[in-house]
C-alpha cells in the first residue's frame, strides 16, 4: 500500500504521475527538476524561438532542483536530512559535474546521501539537471 503525495509548493509533474510515493517509512520522488511552480520559467535556461536550449547556468538549475526537492519532502512530512539516495541525471557531464559536484558539497556537508550521478543526452523538459530521491519519513 502507498500513498501519492502532491506538493502545494513545487512545479506541477509535467505527466500523470505524483510529486512523491510514502511506502511505510520510505518516500520515492519522482523525478525533480528546476521549474518554477504556476510557469513555464526555469531558473538559469534562455530558450531560443523554437523553445530549444540557448544558454543555461547549472549552478541556477542545481539551486532550483534542491529547493524543489525540499518543497517536496517538508510537504511529505520529510525533510532534508532524510534523504538516504539521489540519482541525478545530468546532459553536459563534462562541463556541469564539476559546480554540481561543489554545489552538492555545500548542500550535503554532513551525512552526504548515497549518489549516483549519469549523463543521458536529454531530459523531457529544456532542463539540464533532474533528481531522483528516495528519504526516510520520521514516525
Known amino acids: 500500500m502507498s500513498d501519492s503525495i502532491h506538493s502545494g ?3 506541477e509533474p509535467v505527466g500523470l504521475y505524483p510529486h ?3 511506502v511505510g517509512n520510505l518516500l520515492f520522488l519522482s ?3 528546476p521549474r518554477e511552480k504556476g510557469t513555464r520559467k526555469i531558473p538559469g ?5 523554437q523553445g530549444n536550449i540557448a544558454s ?4 541556477t538549475q542545481c539551486r532550483s532542483v534542491f529547493q524543489n526537492v525540499r518543497y517536496i519532502l517538508e510537504d511529505a512530512g520529510s525533510s532534508w536530512g ?4 539521489v540519482t541525478v541525471f545530468l546532459t553536459n557531464m563534462k562541463d556541469d559535474f564539476p559546480i554540481y559536484n561543489r554545489l552538492w ?3 550535503f556537508a554532513d551525512n552526504p546521501p548515497c549518489r549516483t550521478t549519469l549523463e543521458i543526452n536529454c ?3 529544456p532542463i539540464a539537471i533532474e533528481l531522483k530521491v528516495i528519504a526516510t519519513i520520521d514516525s
Open 82 to 85: 532524510n534523504i538516504v539516495d
Open 105 to 107: 558539497a555545500e548542500y
Open 9 to 11: 509548493k513545487a512545479p
Open 20 to 22: 512523491a510515493k510514502r
Open 56 to 59: 543555461y547556468d547549472i549552478e
Open 45 to 49: 535556461v534562455e530558450l531560443d524561438e
Open 31 to 33: 523525478g525533480v527538476g
Open 123 to 125: 531530459l523531457p523538459t
